[in-house]
């Protein structure tokens, strides 16, 4: 059974690159035909699909993001990263990991996700 973990500081400034890491065991990432998203909930609000990487490593991002967004996979470490850019507190949330059969992932039933992990944007 898959399981993904996310760490990361929970607290970052202002301005600053929030990054992120999700660590997969119980299956690897370049598994067909799988991908691998970042998905967040602020707080009051839905969740939102941030972006993707696939087995095959290609990258895919939400368009309202795209700007800020990068995905990267370590392979000899069955990881997957997230950097967001230039942040504000509008992008304090919980942010979870995911895997699963389609690119966008927007609820929990869409594959097997990560418990979450609290990012706080704040100087």
């Known amino acids: 059974q898959v399981q993904l973990q996310e760490s990361g500081p929970g607290l970052v400034k202002p301005s600053q690159t929030l990054s992120l890491t999700c660590t997969v065991s119980?299956?690897?990432?370049?598994?067909?035909?799988?991908?691998w998203s970042w998905i967040r909930q602020p707080p009051g609000k839905g969740l939102e699909w941030m972006g993707a990487i696939a087995y095959s490593g290609s990258t895919y991002y939400s368009p309202s993001l795209k700007s800020r967004t990068s995905i990267s996979r370590d392979t000899s470490k069955n990881q997957f990263t997230l950097q967001l850019s230039s942040v504000t507190p509008e992008d304090t949330a919980v942010y979870y990991c995911?895997?699963?059969?389609?690119?966008?992932?927007?609820?929990?039933?869409?594959?097997?996700w990560g418990q979450g992990t609290q990012v706080t944007v704040s100087s």
């Open positions: 995911a895997r699963a059969w389609t690119i966008v992932v927007v609820t929990p039933s869409q594959g097997s």
């Open positions: 119980g299956g690897s990432i370049t598994t067909n035909y799988y991908y």
